[in-house]
């Protein structure tokens, strides 16, 4: 992993939050998508110090399975003036007072991306893709939904997970957000705003139970030949 040598001030700044080209919008839900956020010289270091994580899914972060530049692009994207930009494009007034959980997912299966909304615990969720390109597929394209069973209902065109775009958005009973089923690599960082410090501890205990028994099944798979039941 990488030594950071990189001036972290101009990551994620909270002033191109404000730029009219980020996409912000209310209806139905409140949600926004923001392109090229992040320095394009610095993504060789990012892809190198991303954790090599043994399931797949979102897995709680942890400092010790990261390099540098991303420990350091975490601590940028949970700085209370950067997470209060986010919530003023949401309409969430001073965000930051919200507890953060961190996840990380560096590989999905077919399983994932069904339609949903997120849970009652969180107050809004930021996604933060680190993918160098992405070929012209539909499937792993995030999409904000007008309903629960209708992938082909679209707020807004679909959105390529690709480098340097983060996309927030507000949890409601509509927030309904989904993508195609993709299998593969697919690097994103989710930070979730939640509603108590009571719903973090509870997130953090049932992530840590996941991460075991996904590293347990890795375990299994090869010493098995992948067998896992």
Not at 16 to 28: I, N
Not at 54 to 69: I, M, R, T
Not at 158 to 176: C, H, M
């Amino acid at each position: 992993m990488t030594t950071l040598a990189a001036d972290t001030s101009s990551w994620l700044k909270a002033s191109a939050l404000a730029h009219q080209d980020t996409l912000v919008r209310s209806e139905p839900f409140s949600f926004m998508v923001a392109k090229d956020m992040l320095p394009r010289d610095i993504m060789p270091s990012l892809l190198e110090d991303f954790p090599k994580l043994k399931g797949s899914g979102y897995l709680p972060y942890e400092s010790e399975e990261c390099g540098d530049s991303v420990n350091a692009l975490i601590k940028r994207m949970i700085e209370p003036e950067f997470a209060n930009a986010i919530g003023d494009n949401l309409g969430i007034e001073n965000m930051s007072q919200y507890p953060t959980y961190v996840s990380i997912s560096r590989t999905l299966k077919k399983r994932h991306g069904n339609i949903h909304t997120d849970g009652k615990s969180k107050i809004a969720t930021a996604l933060l893709y680190l993918n160098g390109d992405w070929a012209s597929t539909s499937e792993g394209c995030l999409r904000f939904l007008n309903r629960i069973d209708d992938f082909e209902d679209t707020v807004v065109p679909e959105i390529q997970p690709i480098y340097g775009t983060l996309v927030a958005f507000k949890r409601a009973d509509n927030s309904f957000h989904g993508h195609l089923p993709f299998e593969g690599e697919r690097r994103v960082i989710q930070i979730a705003w939640l509603v108590s410090a009571e719903d973090k501890l509870r997130k953090a205990k049932r992530g840590r139970l996941s991460h075991k028994l996904k590293q347990l099944q890795g375990w299994l798979g090869g010493k098995f030949g992948g067998k896992t039941g």
